[in-house]
C-alpha cells in the first residue's frame, strides 16, 4: 500500500498579523455599518460587497509574513471589489500593508520587482487620465496610487535594506570574532609546540644523562666508577637546574625583571659535544665532529644556527639512550647557495648499558623545526660501510624562509 502524500504545511499566522487582521475587520465593520465609503458605488455594485472584500482582506493579513505574494494577491482582487462597492478606508489600509509586507517578507526577486511595478502602475495611473480627462484633477489619481501601492513599497525595501545590512554587519563581525578565536588558539597552539619543544631539547638531554649513570652507579661495585657517575650526574642535575632556570625566565612576564637568555649557536657545538663525550663514555661511544663548512663564510641566520645546534643535541641525546657502542659522526656542510647540511650517524643496535625510555617526542621535535625554516629531515636506519646505522641527516634552507622564529 503506497504512502499518503504528506499534506505541505503552513505555519500558524504571527500573534501580530491576527491583531492586524482582527482590529482591522472590527473598524471596518464599524465604518460600513456607519454607512462611511469614500465614494458612491460603480455599475450598482451592491454595498455588502466591500463587507465581504473587508473580511477577505483581514483574513489576507494573516498571511503576511507566512505568505505574503499569496495574501497581495488575494488583497488586491479584494481591494478591486471594495472600489467597486464604494470603497473603506480600512480595506485601503490593510491593503498598503499587505504590500508592504510583500516586499519585507518575500523573497530577493520579488522584493526588488514589486516596488518597480508599484512605481510602473503609478506613473499609469498618472499618465492616462490625464491624457484621456485633459483635468489636472486627474492627478490625484496618481497620487491616490502612488500613496496605496508606491508608497508602502518602498518604505518596506528601505526597511529591508537596512536590515539586511544590519544582519550583514552582524554576520561579518560574528566572523572577524571567530577569526580571531581560531587566530588565537592557533597562538596558543605554536606557543605550547614552542614551549614543548624548547623544554624538551633543554632539559632531556640532562635527564637522560642522569638516568642512565644513575642506573650504572646503582648496578656497579666499583667504587671509582660509581664516584665517576655521580659526578656525571652532578653536572648534569646542574646544567639541567641552570636550562630549567632559562626556560622560566623567558616565559616570565615581559614586564618583570629577567636575565637576558642567550641563543644556543654553533659556536657553542664544541661544548655540547664535550658534555655528549662524557655522557656516553660509559656507553662506549666516541663522538667526532666533521665540520666541513669554508672558513670566512658570512655568519648564518640566527633561526638555522638553533635549530642545527638542536637536531645535533637531540640526536646525541637518542644516540646516548639508544644507540650502541661505537663511533659516532657529526657532520656539518655548508655549499655555496645551498642548505646548511646536518648528519648524526650512529651505531645501529641495542646498548649494552643501562637505557633511557624514549617517546619518540624529540624527532618530533626536530621535524617541527626544520618544517617551520621549509627543509628537509630523514631519520632512520640505514646501510653504511660499518653495518647498520641510523642515520639523522637535515637541510635547513638560508632563504628568506629561515628568518622566522623556529624556538
Not at 483574513?59 to 488583497?75: D, F, H, K, Q, Y
Not at 499609469?124 to 501601492?149: M, Q
Not at 658570512?298 to 639512550?321: C, D, F, H, M, W
Amino acid at each position: 500500500m503506497g504512502a499518503m502524500p504528506s499534506r505541505p504545511h503552513f505555519p500558524p499566522p504571527h500573534r501580530h498579523d491576527v491583531l492586524i487582521g482582527l482590529a482591522g475587520l472590527l473598524g471596518g465593520v464599524l465604518m460600513w455599518v456607519m454607512g462611511v465609503h469614500n465614494n458612491q458605488s460603480f455599475l450598482h455594485t451592491p454595498t455588502w460587497l466591500g463587507l465581504i472584500a473587508l473580511v477577505v482582506v483581514s483574513a489576507a493579513e494573516l498571511l503576511r509574513r507566512s505568505r505574503p505574494l499569496v495574501g497581495l494577491a488575494v488583497g488586491t482582487v479584494a481591494l478591486a471589489a471594495d472600489i467597486l462597492s464604494g470603497g473603506l478606508a480600512v480595506t485601503f489600509l490593510m491593503y498598503t500593508d499587505l504590500v508592504y509586507a510583500a516586499v519585507m517578507y518575500s523573497g530577493p526577486v520579488a522584493a526588488r520587482r514589486i516596488p518597480r511595478l508599484c512605481g510602473l502602475l503609478t506613473g499609469l495611473a498618472t499618465v492616462v487620465p490625464l491624457a484621456i480627462y485633459s483635468d489636472p484633477l486627474a492627478l490625484l489619481v496618481g497620487t491616490f496610487v502612488a500613496l496605496l501601492t508606491l508608497t508602502p513599497a518602498w518604505t518596506g525595501a528601505v526597511v529591508r535594506n537596512h536590515r539586511e545590512a544590519a544582519e550583514a554587519a552582524r554576520l561579518e563581525t560574528e566572523r572577524v570574532a571567530l577569526l580571531a578565536e581560531l587566530d588565537r588558539r592557533e597562538a596558543v597552539a605554536s606557543e605550547r609546540s614552542r614551549m614543548a619543544r624548547e623544554l624538551h631539547d633543554m632539559v632531556a638531554n640532562h635527564l637522560s644523562a642522569i638516568a642512565i649513570h644513575s642506573s650504572a652507579a646503582l648496578s656497579l661495585k666499583d667504587p671509582a666508577a660509581t664516584d665517576e657517575a655521580l659526578g656525571v650526574i652532578r653536572e648534569n642535575s646542574v646544567r639541567g637546574l641552570a636550562e630549567m632556570r632559562r626556560l622560566i625566565g623567558l616565559l616570565r612576564d615581559p614586564g618583570e625583571t629577567a636575565e637576558p637568555a642567550a641563543t644556543s649557536t654553533l659556536d657553542a657545538l664544541d661544548t655540547l659535544l664535550e658534555q655528549a663525550r662524557t655522557n656516553g663514555r660509559p656507553g662506549g661511544q666516541d663522538i667526532v665532529l666533521c665540520d666541513e663548512r669554508p672558513d670566512g663564510a658570512a655568519p648564518l641566520p640566527a633561526p638555522v644556527e638553533l635549530a642545527a645546534y638542536r637536531i645535533v643535541q637531540e640526536s646525541l641525546t637518542n644516540a646516548l639512550k639508544h644507540a650502541a657502542p661505537g663511533r659516532v659522526d657529526v657532520t656539518l656542510a655548508h655549499r655555496t647557495d645551498g642548505p646548511l647540511e646536518v648528519s648524526v650517524i650512529s651505531p645501529y643496535g641495542e646498548s649494552s648499558g643501562p637505557r633511557a625510555p624514549g617517546s619518540g617526542t624529540g624527532l618530533i621535535g626536530m621535524r617541527e623545526r626544520v618544517t617551520l625554516l621549509g627543509g628537509t629531515l630523514d631519520a632512520g636506519p640505514v646501510t653504511g660501510p660499518q653495518g647498520m646505522v641510523w642515520r639523522v641527516r637535515a637541510a635547513l634552507p638560508l632563504g628568506d624562509e629561515s628568518v622566522q622564529s623556529v624556538t
